[in-house]
Each structure stands twice: as C-alpha cells, then as structure tokens.
C-alpha cells in the first residue's frame, strides 16, 4: 500500500459524449412505428365499438368516446415522431452510445468490457421493410439494457459481429 495514489482528475478534460455524431434510425422504421400505432388502435377501436353497441345506456358517451379516441391517436403520432427524431446510436472504440426521449433526452453509454450477449430481432412489419433490431445484455438483468430498433438487416448484423469480437477479445 505504500504506492497508493488518489489523485484528483479533471472533469473538463474527460471525453463528451454530446459531441458524438448519432446515426438516426432508418426512415422505413417510421413507417414501422405508424403500422404498429394503427393496429394497436384498430384493435382498442373494436374493442370499444363492441362496448357501445351492446350497451345503449351509454349513447351521448359515444361521441365524447369517438373525440377522445381520435384526440388520444393524434398525441400517439405527434409524441411517436418526436421521438422518432430523437433517437440516435453511435459505436465509438471503447463503449456504445443510445440515445431517446421525448421531452427529456437520455443517453445510455455501455462499455464493451459489459457486454455480456447480443440479439438480433425482426418483426413481420420491420422484416417487410429490411430492418431489424440489436439488443445489448449487459450482466444483472433479464432484459435488454439497449435495443436500437430501424436499422437495416445487414447493417444490425454487423453491429452484432463488431459487439460479439469485442465480447471475445475480453475472455
């Protein structure tokens, strides 16, 4: 212990994240995210068109209904696409960066040296336009730590061949 240093570091001389470059999403998982918002309020639309017609007790409540369906869509797209915008993913030497908010941005910064597992998903309407997801595991938890959806197939692939080489040189 007699070489024990704690020496103080300057936080100005650390590296920024903000100054990363983010790669945006891929324009075709916008289409993906619209797809997934009508199917979802197609389904809540039959659901609660059944409601209304085997209950007539309800009528002046239908068209109040119908308002707040329509005004509840309209916020889904609006906050979807500025969310949509906000997104950004950027692999420097050492860690990668997953960027997302809507009112409020969040960075994610993983080092590689946490990478536990790498996953590559598609859904039937991303696999239709050629994208797919990566999910990075790091270790403590059941699920993803980040997934980085609407990036094009071979791209996520090799994303998922630089994450796993940076996995093995560690072991």
Same mark, same amino acid.
């Given at each position: 212990?007699?070489?024990?240093?704690n020496?103080?570091?300057d936080?100005?001389?650390l590296p920024r994240?903000e100054?990363?470059?983010?790669?945006k999403?891929?324009?075709?998982?916008w289409?993906?995210?619209?797809i997934?918002?009508?199917?979802?309020?197609?389904?809540?639309?039959?659901?609660?068109?059944f409601?209304f017609?085997?209950?007539e007790?309800?009528?002046e +409540?239908?068209w109040h209904?119908?308002? &707040?369906? #329509?005004?509840?869509?309209?916020?889904?797209i609006?906050f !979807?696409? =500025?969310?949509?915008k906000?997104?950004?993913?950027a692999f420097?030497?050492?860690d990668?960066?997953?960027q997302s908010?809507?009112?409020?941005?969040k960075?994610?910064?993983?080092?590689?040296?946490r990478?536990q597992?790498?996953?590559l998903?598609?859904?039937l +309407?991303?696999?239709?336009?050629?994208? &797919?997801? #990566?999910?990075?595991?790091?270790a403590g938890g059941s699920? !993803?730590? =980040?997934?980085i959806?609407?990036?094009?197939?071979?791209?996520?692939?090799?994303?998922?061949q630089?994450?796993?080489?940076k996995?093995q040189?560690?072991?």
């Amino acid at each position: 212990m007699e070489n024990f240093t704690n020496t103080t570091i300057d936080t100005t001389q650390l590296p920024r994240f903000e100054e990363v470059q983010f790669s945006k999403l891929h324009p075709n998982h916008w289409k993906v995210i619209l797809i997934n918002t009508a199917i979802t309020f197609f389904v809540l639309a039959i659901v609660a068109g059944f409601l209304f017609y085997f209950n007539e007790e309800i009528e002046e +409540a239908r068209w109040h209904a119908l308002i &707040a369906f #329509v005004v509840l869509l309209l916020v889904t797209i609006l906050f !979807s696409r =500025i969310g949509f915008k906000k997104r950004g993913f950027a692999f420097r030497e050492h860690d990668v960066l997953f960027q997302s908010g809507i009112i409020a941005t969040k960075t994610i910064v993983i080092p590689y040296n946490r990478v536990q597992h790498v996953a590559l998903h598609e859904g039937l +309407a991303s696999r239709y336009f050629g994208l &797919a997801k #990566v999910e990075i595991f790091t270790a403590g938890g059941s699920s !993803s730590d =980040i997934e980085i959806p609407g990036i094009e197939k071979e791209q996520a692939e090799n994303i998922k061949q630089l994450l796993m080489g940076k996995i093995q040189k560690q072991l």
